[in-house]
């Protein structure tokens, strides 16, 4: 299923979402959808590293220079920090895959929003680099975070469905 989902998130991202924002203010960046779906008994290096490539092929598509792969890497480093502290005290199995069906809709919703702000936080403030835009890129964070996760969520439902 993995390498589904990183040729599905890659191709959305690039033909679809990559000239699609409202207002010049809220972006999708769907492609983070593949990194917060790894599976978790991925070790945490490779999952750094598989985060660091797909970064890198988005950056040359979109001409940043980085700025993709370094909120990637970000936001596979601390991914596991963010599911132990979401994780109930009898724990997941940890080969279970993460989506919406298999951790139910609220687990799913804190964790994705969690890494969704915090990537999109990161991949803003590098494209600002000064607080003379500032509120322009809490604004870009908080819209593109929204749009991102309700694009995120209606995927996981269209691709992952109950089966009966």
Same mark, same amino acid.
């Given at each position: 299923?993995?390498?589904?989902? &990183?040729? $599905?998130?890659?191709?959305? =991202?690039?033909l679809i979402f990559r000239n699609f924002a409202f207002f010049n203010m809220a972006f999708c960046y769907i492609y983070i959808g593949f990194i917060l779906m790894l599976p978790y008994e991925i070790?945490? $290096? $490779?999952?750094? /590293? !598989? %985060?660091?490539?797909?970064?890198? #092929?988005?950056? /040359?598509?979109?001409d940043t220079v980085g700025m993709h792969m370094a909120a990637?890497?970000? &936001?596979a480093y601390i991914r596991p920090y963010v599911i132990n502290v979401l994780t109930p005290r009898g724990g997941?199995? %940890? #080969?279970?895959?993460?989506? &919406? =069906?298999?951790?139910?809709? =609220?687990?799913f919703a804190s964790y994705a %929003?969690?890494? &969704?702000? !915090?990537?999109?936080?990161? $991949?803003f403030a590098i494209?600002?680099?000064g607080l003379n835009v500032f509120f322009q890129a809490i604004g870009k964070i908080v819209l593109s975070?929204?749009?991102t996760f309700g694009v995120f969520t209606l995927l996981q439902f269209l691709l992952f469905s109950r089966k009966r």
């Open positions: 299923m993995p390498i589904f989902l &990183i040729i $599905l998130f890659w191709v959305l =991202q690039i070790p945490h $290096l $490779l999952t750094m /590293i !598989i %985060a660091m490539a797909f970064g890198f #092929t988005i950056d /040359i598509f979109y990637c890497v970000f &936001i997941y199995d %940890a #080969t279970m895959e993460i989506s &919406i =069906q298999s951790l139910g809709f =609220q687990w %929003a969690v890494l &969704i702000f !915090i990537h999109h936080t990161l $991949l494209e600002a680099w975070s929204i749009f």
